[in-house]
């Protein structure tokens, strides 16, 4: 296997993602990389580690896509960025997966753009794994199309089944509707169509998900359009976010309660492991042909290596075959 790594990508880069790319190398041996970026710089990062150089190859790529810049013109612009050429890797199957902390934006765009959908996909969607009481659960679609049709959101349904068999390796993931009530018909057009949909495609289809049940651990895919499913992303972050602080202010606040929060320390710890992004890697972007990985933009060296562990799990567990397989077995529904 082959991945390509986006060396620039994130507010860490360089540094942290070439220190992830080789504790990912330290942990298995069935991969190599193209480290895309500033040779020079990169080159510089890898002396301070006693790693195996045989299974890195080094892309020259001096131009940065940053998040600030508008995705279409930066991807069609710089053509030498790190993005750019690692994503071209993917396109020319000289690379299996992709992986970045860049742009979102940049990073969808340049997916359609270079790599393409796969034949059948409508649209690719984001699809960022969260985490519940007892596992996890994958959101889909979280911000690829704000304007989706219900044959979207069937697809986003095969395509999350696909990721969770292959990569968590859940048999038969239970899929929800993100949707303002339980009841069949309950919801917009876009969610009353799609739910008559989606008990008709061959899924463990397991009715609408209120959003207070999307981290109960009775779903594995929960789909929704992007602006949803966006909009449930961020909310989640922030309040876990908010959650946290006020928890850190209240254990603080006077000597008793400091000594009863040092006694609870461990499992306040497992708490944040369990919500603690880099423990996950990123979001797959399903439904490009070549795997795609989107890491947090602020990911640590574990983060990185996370990313690139979900990347050599991604191609092992033939997710991309999966839903060309799905895809093709389910008639063309009219919108």
Same mark, same amino acid.
């Given at each position: 296997m082959k991945f390509a790594i986006d060396v620039f990508g994130g507010d860490n880069a360089p540094g942290a993602v070439i220190e992830g790319c080789v504790l990912a190398l330290d942990a298995n041996n069935d991969f190599s990389l193209?480290?895309? =970026?500033? #040779?020079?710089?990169?080159?510089? !990062? @890898?002396? $301070?580690?006693?790693?195996? &150089?045989?299974?890195?190859?080094? *892309?020259d790529a001096p131009e940065i896509i940053t998040c600030d810049e508008q995705p279409t013109l930066a991807i069609k612009r710089k053509k030498n960025s790190s993005m750019v050429k690692a994503l071209e890797l993917v396109a020319e199957k000289k690379a299996d997966c992709f992986v970045s902390a860049g742009s979102s934006g940049a990073i969808l765009t340049g997916a359609t753009l270079i790599v393409r959908r796969m034949k059948g996909v409508k649209r690719p969607a984001l699809a960022p794994v969260l985490p519940t009481r007892e596992g996890c659960v994958l959101l889909i679609d979280a911000g690829a199309n704000t304007d989706s049709?219900?044959?979207?959101?069937?697809?986003?349904?095969?395509?999350?089944?696909?990721?969770?068999?292959?990569?968590?390796?859940?048999?038969?993931?239970?899929?929800?509707?993100?949707?303002? =009530?339980? #009841?069949?018909?309950?919801?917009? !057009? @876009?969610? $009353?169509?799609?739910?008559? &949909?989606?008990?008709?495609?061959? *899924?463990?289809f397991a009715g609408n998900c209120e959003a207070?049940?999307?981290?109960?651990?009775?779903?594995?895919?929960?789909?929704?359009?992007?602006?949803?499913?966006?909009?449930?992303?961020?909310?989640?972050?922030?309040?876990?976010?908010?959650?946290?602080?006020?928890?850190?202010?209240?254990?603080?606040?006077?000597?008793?309660?400091?000594?009863?929060?040092?006694?609870?320390?461990?499992?306040?710890?497992?708490?944040?492991?369990?919500?603690?992004?880099?423990?996950?890697?990123?979001?797959?972007?399903?439904?490009?042909?070549?795997?795609?990985?989107?890491?947090?933009?602020s990911s640590n060296a574990k983060a990185i290596r996370s990313a690139i562990n979900q990347a050599r799990k991604y191609v092992i567990g033939n997710v991309n075959d999966s839903i060309l397989s799905a895809i093709a077995d389910i008639p063309v529904a009219e919108d």
């Open positions: 193209f480290l895309a =970026g500033d #040779e020079k710089k990169i080159r510089h !990062e @890898l002396q $301070k580690y006693k790693t195996d &150089l045989s299974r890195i190859e080094i *892309i049709k219900p044959s979207y959101l069937q697809q986003f349904a095969l395509m999350g089944k696909a990721y969770m068999q292959g990569v968590m390796n859940i048999e038969n993931p239970r899929i929800g509707l993100i949707n303002n =009530g339980v #009841e069949a018909e309950k919801g917009n !057009e @876009l969610t $009353k169509h799609t739910y008559k &949909l989606l008990e008709q495609t061959p *899924i463990n207070r049940e999307i981290l109960s651990g009775n779903y594995d895919v929960v789909v929704a359009d992007g602006f949803v499913g966006n909009v449930v992303l961020k909310l989640l972050e922030g309040l876990a976010g908010t959650i946290f602080g006020m928890l850190k202010d209240e254990l603080t606040s006077n000597t008793r309660v400091k000594i009863g929060a040092l006694m609870s320390k461990p499992a306040f710890r497992s708490i944040k492991k369990k919500m603690d992004y880099s423990e996950y890697g990123g979001a797959p972007v399903l439904g490009i042909d070549g795997g795609i990985i989107k890491a947090h933009g």
